[in-house]
């Protein structure tokens, strides 16, 4: 069975830092993409960030880009999400997500990912 399972959020002062991990398994690693993704109350699943496990290709989403650092360790089958600056806009529930890079690939930010962990709530407080 393929599995996801994020970790790692918790409540952090503005300015403060996480780092997120995604443990997967059932499913073989290097194949896959696995993004990062976030939903606020009253807002769309929005991508945040991703790597492409066969060329270690990084994404990021522009109100990300220079605050969160995307990695991937291949021997444990985990891809981490350092996440520092934090801002009280980046509160969301938080969910790794893994995507088979084809041919043909959606791209990045599609939210049609083939397999989909449970969430990881962040709260950035003021």
């Known amino acids: 069975d393929v599995q996801l399972q994020a970790s790692g959020g918790g409540l952090v002062q503005a300015g403060g830092s996480l780092r997120l991990s995604c443990a997967a398994s059932?499913?073989?690693?290097?194949?896959?993409?696995i993004g990062w993704f976030r939903q606020a109350p009253g807002k769309e699943r929005e991508g945040v960030s991703c790597i492409d496990n066969n060329d270690g290709s990084t994404y990021y989403a522009d109100s990300v880009k220079g605050r969160f650092t995307v990695s991937s360790d291949n021997a444990k089958n985990t891809v981490y999400l350092q996440m520092d600056s934090l801002k009280p806009e980046d509160t969301a529930v938080y969910y790794c997500a893994a995507d088979y890079l084809g041919p043909p690939w959606a791209g990045w930010a599609s939210t049609s990912y083939d397999h989909w962990g449970q969430g990881t709530q962040v709260t950035v407080s003021s």
């Open positions: 059932g499913f073989k690693f290097g194949d896959y993409a």
